[in-house]
């Protein structure tokens, strides 16, 4: 079975600084797709990134961008110029190929003005 | 698109009584998604359908639990008698299955059993 870790439960970045978030997954699998979405206090969860793993090239949305690392079965959020309606807890997410979905157990990321 | 909607948004009821949470994916998502979060144990995936069909309940909890999809547009999570551990958030979440799709979510449904 595939296992998402998540292995920083909080983090803390100073405002307008950069902080990046880590997530390691487990597969044998060699076609997959890896998310990060956002939960802020809301709960609602927004999807920030997403990367499939047959695309070499890393994704990019704005001020967040991810390393993956298929080798290492890495898959890192770095978040730009923090800005403090990022504070929220952070998902990491694996998808197979039949649809399955993993989540990680979340990183709480508070901006610190 | 109004995005997959969730009632109700906040439920309390007593233990032993019937509760009912309802979930309507996005328009033309053929995969539903039941999950439960909690502080303790976090993000849990509880059932998943794909075309009204459940694919995997093993993360049901117990048979107090059941869910259904009579159609492509609606959901049932259902526990029967609750208990003050069924407490949490419920989320349900709608994606196409087939493509790269992420899930999307449903703003969840907050479950308190006194």
């Known amino acids: 079975a595939q296992t998402v870790t998540q292995s920083q439960p909080e983090m803390s970045v100073q405002e307008a600084e950069t902080v990046t978030l880590s997530c390691t997954y487990d597969?044998?699998?060699?076609?997959?797709?890896l998310f990060w979405y956002k939960q802020p206090p809301s709960r609602q969860m927004i999807l920030v990134i997403r990367?499939?793993?047959?695309?070499?090239q890393n994704a990019t949305e704005n001020r967040f961008s991810v390393n993956f690392q298929k080798a290492a079965k890495s898959f890192s959020l770095k978040i730009s110029d923090s800005q403090l309606g990022d504070a929220a807890m952070y998902f990491c997410?694996?998808?197979?190929?039949?649809?399955?979905?993993?989540f990680g157990t979340g990183t709480s990321l508070t901006v610190i003005p | 698109d109004a995005g997959v909607i969730q009632s109700p948004r906040h439920e309390v009821t007593e233990m032993g009584q019937e509760v009912t949470l309802r979930c309507k994916p996005i328009?033309?998502?053929?995969?539903l998604f039941w999950y439960r979060q909690t502080m303790m144990r976090g993000l849990e995936l509880l059932i998943y359908?794909?075309?009204?069909?459940?694919?995997?309940d093993s993360g049901m909890p117990e048979d107090r639990f059941s869910a259904k999809m009579p159609n492509a547009s609606f959901s049932t999570l259902k526990i029967q008698p609750s208990e003050p551990r069924d407490s949490a958030v419920y989320f349900c979440?709608?994606?196409?299955f087939g493509t790269g799709g992420e899930q999307y979510f449903g703003p969840g449904t907050r479950l308190t059993v006194t």
């Open positions: 979440a709608s994606s196409l």
């Open positions: 597969t044998s699998e060699s076609d997959y797709y």
């Open positions: 990367q499939e793993a047959y695309k070499q």
């Open positions: 997410a694996y998808r197979n190929t039949g649809n399955q979905f993993y």
């Open positions: 328009s033309g998502h053929n995969s």
């Open positions: 359908f794909n075309n009204n069909v459940p694919i995997d």
